[in-house]
C-alpha cells in the first residue's frame, strides 16, 4: 500500500515476517500450511467476558465440558456488477459513492476507535488485513465484519510482493488468506498487493491460483503513514476525492482517527456516500 521505498511506521520490524512452511491448508488454494506458533493461536471457541466476574468462561470450574466451536459463517457481501475488472482503481465517475480502505495493522485500540467513528455514522470502511497482525490480534477480524465492515487481504508480512519470485508471492497472499478463512470463513473477495498501488501480472496471477478474483487498488493515497496533522491529512482526502474513489488509508495512525469525522463530515458536504469496496463496484 505504501509507495516503493517508503517504511510505514506502523509497520514495526518487530512484527515481521513469519516463516513459511510446507505444505497445505484446507480451504485455501495454493495455502502453506499455518505458520502461527501454537502459544500465539487463537483459542478454539470463544474467549471468556472480562465482566463476568471469577470462573466465567467456556471450561471454567472443574468437570466443565470442552465443546469445539462451529466454523464461523461467512460474510453475505453483494454480487458485483457485471464486467468488473480484475484489478480496480476507482468505481463508477457516475455514482456519488467512494469507498475508504485501510491497511490493516498497527495497535488495535487505534483500529477500533476508527471503526467506532464509522460506525457511529453509519459508514462502512474497507479493510485489508495483514495475516502477521491477525496472527497477533485475531480478535479483530471478527470486529471488523460484526461492525458492519469488509475484509480482505493485504499479504501475510507487508513486504514488497512485486519484487518477489511467483512461488513466494502466492505464499504471501496464501497465509493471509488462510487467516481469513480460519477467523471469519471466508478468504474475502478483495486482495491488494502490498507496497504496491497495482498489481503486477504476476501478483494478479498468484492472487487469483489463492482465489481472488479481484484485485483493488486506489487511486488516492493521502499517505497518512506519514502521520501529518489532522487537517492537513483532512485536506489532502477531501482535495483528491471525487465520485468513484477508492481511498487508501491506514487503522494504526492517530491522525487518522483524529481527521476521520472531518473527513466524514466533508464528504457528506460534496454529496459523497462512504461505502464498502463491494457496494462501490456492485
Not at 20 to 45: D, F, L, Q, Y
Request: aromatic share 4%; glycine share 12%.
Amino acid at each position: 500500500m505504501d509507495p516503493a521505498g517508503t517504511v510505514d511506521p506502523a509497520w514495526a520490524e518487530a512484527e515481521g515476517p513469519a516463516s513459511p512452511a510446507a505444505g497445505g491448508s484446507p480451504g485455501v488454494p495454493g495455502a502453506p500450511a499455518s505458520t502461527v506458533p501454537a502459544a500465539e493461536a487463537p483459542a478454539a471457541g470463544p474467549a471468556a467476558d472480562p465482566g463476568a466476574g471469577p470462573g466465567a468462561g467456556p471450561g471454567a470450574g472443574p468437570g466443565a465440558a470442552t465443546t469445539p466451536s462451529a466454523p464461523p459463517a461467512p460474510p453475505v457481501l453483494p454480487p458485483l456488477a457485471p464486467g468488473t475488472p480484475v484489478e480496480v482503481a476507482y468505481g463508477p465517475r457516475t455514482r456519488r459513492n467512494v469507498a475508504l480502505t485501510f491497511h490493516g495493522s498497527g495497535d488495535p485500540r487505534l483500529a477500533t476507535a476508527l471503526l467506532e467513528t464509522a460506525e457511529r455514522r453509519g459508514v462502512g470502511l474497507t479493510v485489508l488485513a495483514v495475516g502477521s497482525w491477525l496472527d497477533q490480534q485475531p480478535q479483530m477480524a471478527r470486529r471488523i465484519l460484526d461492525g458492519g465492515h469488509e475484509l480482505g487481504n493485504h499479504t501475510q508480512n507487508h513486504q514488497d510482493i512485486s519484487t518477489m519470485t511467483p512461488d513466494r508471492a502466492r505464499a504471501e497472499i496464501a497465509q493471509c488468506a488462510e487467516r481469513l478463512q480460519r477467523l471469519t470463513g471466508s478468504i474475502g473477495r478483495w486482495f491488494r498487493p502490498s507496497a504496491a498501488q497495482y498489481a503486477t501480472a504476476m501478483v494478479r496471477e498468484q492472487a487469483k491460483a489463492v482465489g481472488y478474483e479481484h484485485v483493488l487498488a486506489f487511486d488516492v493515497d493521502p499517505r497518512d503513514y506519514s502521520d501529518p496533522s489532522a487537517a492537513e491529512l483532512q485536506r489532502r482526502v477531501l482535495g483528491s476525492v471525487r465520485a468513484g474513489s477508492v481511498v487508501a488509508l491506514h487503522l494504526g495512525h492517530q491522525c487518522t482517527v483524529d481527521a476521520l469525522p472531518a473527513i466524514l463530515d466533508g464528504l457528506a458536504g460534496a454529496g459523497l456516500t462512504p461505502v464498502t469496496a463491494s457496494r462501490l463496484f456492485a
